[in-house]
């Protein structure tokens, strides 16, 4: 009787009458359906619900339609590293470079380098 049993274990590989695998693969699939259905059905309850709330929002009032797209002065930088360089740029420029300041009354800016030197020939003197 114990050879028997061996030998259908043998031959089918596995032991059948303790697992039924069909019925774990059934059970899953059923799980997985009922999940896929309950999330659907939330969906659109979910819709409707939403819809059915709008409905009951008064309208807006027509000073929100006319308010600006943008927020007021000042605002963030979106990339300091950029604005801090350009800022830089135009602050060299201002120093190093010749420039009329008030063309009328001959008043002229002069590089920094070049300002330093009259000063100091003036001291000399």
Do not use: N
């Amino acid at each position: 009787m114990g050879t028997e049993r061996d030998d259908e274990t043998v031959e089918r590989g596995y032991e059948h009458r303790d697992i039924a695998v069909r019925t774990i693969f059934v059970l899953g699939a059923a799980l997985i359906a009922v999940t896929v259905l309950a999330q659907v059905a939330l969906y659109f309850q979910l819709g409707g619900l939403w819809r059915a709330r709008q409905k009951e929002l008064p309208p807006p009032v027509p000073v929100a339609t006319a308010l600006p797209t943008a927020p007021p002065e000042p605002r963030l930088q979106t990339s300091p590293a950029l604005d801090l360089k350009t800022l830089r740029d135009a602050e060299d420029a201002h120093l190093h470079g010749y420039a009329w300041v008030d063309r009328k009354a001959s008043v002229v800016r002069i590089p920094i380098e070049r300002a330093m030197e009259l000063v100091a020939k003036e001291v000399a003197r």
